[in-house]
């Protein structure tokens, strides 16, 4: 396991292995107590809070409309004198749960596809447990502070997770000091849900746009790298 202070907000299990963090995801929602992956890069970026500040923050956190708050952070539409190679339209709406993903979100598929996730990618990393009924609820419940350089309030990004929770099965899996990564069970597949989709992650993420590599987005160009993904990577810098 790598070694973490143990001076903080959550608990790290002795068995860090696939298997029990699939069996402590598909008990959360009863225990209450939510794994998730961490690194040590983690520890600077997550703050405690008392039993009193939690369930105050997860009431804001479902008081919150992510619909809004997707709209309110949209970069678009750009001027008319944008030199952009593809300006950014007019905010086009969150995308309604598709149709498929009713069927494909059905009993425990986004538990399981997690489980893969983690069984293929969870190394150099440690299982926190956390007072979370749902992995969306984890970056707010330990005040993680990894969106720098962006005024962007915890419990906003813990709404919106949930909101990809439940229409795409995106669930939290790991969480570093500036990255957030999330295993996918229905992803969107056409170009319309693709298009939905790339605007939202825009709008949550701005470097999604600009990931500073030397590649610069348009949407429609990253509603192509994200078609039918299975992870979703959230950066900021």
Do not use: K
Not at 40 to 46: A, E, I, L, S
Not at 151 to 180: C, K, M, N, P, Y
């Amino acid at each position: 396991m790598t070694t973490i202070d143990a001076h903080l907000p959550f608990d790290l299990h002795d068995l860090p292995n696939p298997d029990v963090y699939e069996a402590l995801l598909r008990a959360a929602p009863t225990t209450g107590r939510c794994p998730v992956w961490i690194t040590n890069w983690t520890v600077g970026r997550v703050g405690p809070l008392t039993a009193a500040e939690r369930t105050a923050r997860l009431l804001d956190v479902a008081r919150a409309d992510p619909a809004r708050l997707l709209e309110q952070a949209w970069p678009g539409p750009c001027p008319s004198t944008c030199s952009c190679p593809e300006p950014l339209p007019a905010w086009p709406g969150v995308l309604p749960v598709p149709d498929r993903n009713a069927t494909a979100l059905e009993g425990d598929l986004p538990v399981v596809a997690a489980a893969r996730w983690a069984r293929e990618r969870a190394r150099d990393s440690a299982l926190a447990v956390v007072d979370a009924a749902r992995p969306a609820d984890v970056p707010a419940v330990l005040d993680w502070r990894g969106a720098c350089n962006y005024d962007q309030d915890v419990v906003e990004i813990s709404a919106v997770l949930r909101s990809w929770e439940e229409r795409f099965g995106a669930v939290l899996t790991l969480l570093d000091a500036d990255t957030l990564i999330l295993s996918v069970a229905a992803p969107p597949m056409t170009r319309r849900e693709c298009e939905s989709v790339a605007a939202e992650h825009f709008a949550f993420c701005p470097d999604q746009q600009d990931p500073q590599d030397g590649r610069w987005f348009t949407l429609r160009g990253y509603a192509d790298l994200i078609r039918g993904a299975r992870q979703w990577r959230f950066w900021w810098d």
